[in-house]
């Protein structure tokens, strides 16, 4: 199949998997739609879509004359219990299939969730003290916990059922990329902590645990979650499997620490003895991020729009080392492969060209 028959609906296109998405289908000669609440993309090429996922009816209209060929879902609301985000992500994905349905258009439909598929909700692990084994491999069943990562898939299965479409599903840990008003930029977020460290002289302190900061980790750039995302929607042998998406390397954020330090100019504190929350350090910093943008004539002064410390808190202060297994694509034939340190480092270079960062 040409590639140019193929038109793509990117579902949270603003987003750090989204925009990346995006350009990677735009490259690859796509079709290529974002939908979005809010529709300031800045991705030439990249046809605008508002709409609200929880109003059938502005789906409608706004889709009445897109037929997409495949489908990616790669945004979700954040509500107050897991509960709700049972209830409102399940909807998101049900009622765009719904919408989507009658037109017989649709031969994909790619599904990004995460590691909390093996690690539960974040509460879950730390109270319980049962920690889940390690590498995450994506044999290993859901947990009985409730989990709005289990409720997106049972919609993207049932309407596959009905509708004969072929899907994908697929897990990144740590996403690191470029995107502006994202809620979970651990990549921005501490280029935003290491650039207030250095603009006042303090010191760049590890915020996690003691088993993240000596275990082995990975993280998932973008870039290569994008690539596999396009890779799975066009390849026989990747169809209606569960996919595990990580850079390829492996680190410890003992040596990864002082990397990152090393490029801003500032000292680095490993981990002493107690979880120091990034959220905790961050709390003041509005008024000195200010400051920062009008000396170095920065884009963004909303450091809410920049950074989320309580997403990178939850991410590095984990009570275990989490490691991923990259089984299923691998076997299948994906051979990307994306060194973490460039990640970071791509990243701070784009932020700086972008003027977000000094």
């Not at 049972?86 to 009622?95: E, F, G």
């Not at 010191?203 to 973008?222: E, H, L, R, Y």
Request: aromatic share 10%; net charge negative.
């Amino acid at each position: 199949m040409e590639n140019n028959k193929n038109i793509a609906l990117v579902v949270g296109a603003t987003g750090i998997t989204g925009s990346n998405l995006a350009n990677e289908l735009i490259s690859q000669g796509w079709t290529t739609y974002g939908l979005s609440r809010n529709t300031n993309n800045n991705i030439e090429e990249l046809i605008s879509v508002k709409a609200d996922l929880l109003d059938t009816g502005s789906l409608k209209v706004a889709l009445e004359n897109i037929s997409p060929t495949h489908v990616f879902f790669t945004t979700w609301m954040r509500n107050d219990t897991e509960e709700e985000n049972i209830l409102v992500n399940s909807a998101l994905v049900r009622n765009l299939l719904n919408v989507l349905s009658a037109k017989k258009s649709v031969q994909h439909v790619a599904l990004v969730t995460g590691l909390k598929h093996y690690l539960g909700p974040f509460e879950a692990y730390a109270k319980e003290g049962k920690l889940p084994e390690t590498p995450l491999r994506e044999e290993q069943p859901r947990l009985p916990l409730p989990n709005f990562y289990y409720a997106q898939e049972d919609e993207v299965y049932a309407a596959s059922e009905r509708d004969g479409f072929s899907w994908s599903i697929h897990r990144p840990h740590t996403v690191i990329g470029y995107a502006v008003g994202n809620a979970m930029n651990m990549g921005t977020t501490l280029a935003v902590y290491a650039s207030i460290c250095k603009e006042t002289g303090r010191k760049f302190i590890w915020p996690g645990s003691s088993a993240q900061w000596n275990g082995i980790s990975d993280v998932t750039d973008a870039r290569i979650l994008a690539k596999q995302l396009v890779w799975a929607s066009t390849t026989e042998e990747a169809k209606n499997t569960a996919f595990n998406i990580t850079n390829g390397d492996i680190f410890r954020w003992k040596w990864l620490w002082y990397r990152l330090a090393d490029y801003f100019g500032v000292e680095a504190v490993g981990f002493e003895n107690e979880i120091k929350p990034l959220e905790k350090e961050m709390q003041n910093h509005e008024e000195i991020w200010s400051q920062i943008v009008k000396k170095y004539n920065l884009k963004e002064e909303n450091t809410e729009r920049l950074s989320s410390a309580w997403h990178t808190d939850l991410d590095l202060g984990r009570p275990l080392e989490v490691m991923t297994d990259m089984t299923n694509s691998r076997k299948a034939g994906f051979r990307e492969f994306q060194n973490t340190e460039d990640s970071f480092f791509d990243l701070f270079k784009k932020l700086k060209e972008e003027k977000i960062i000094p």
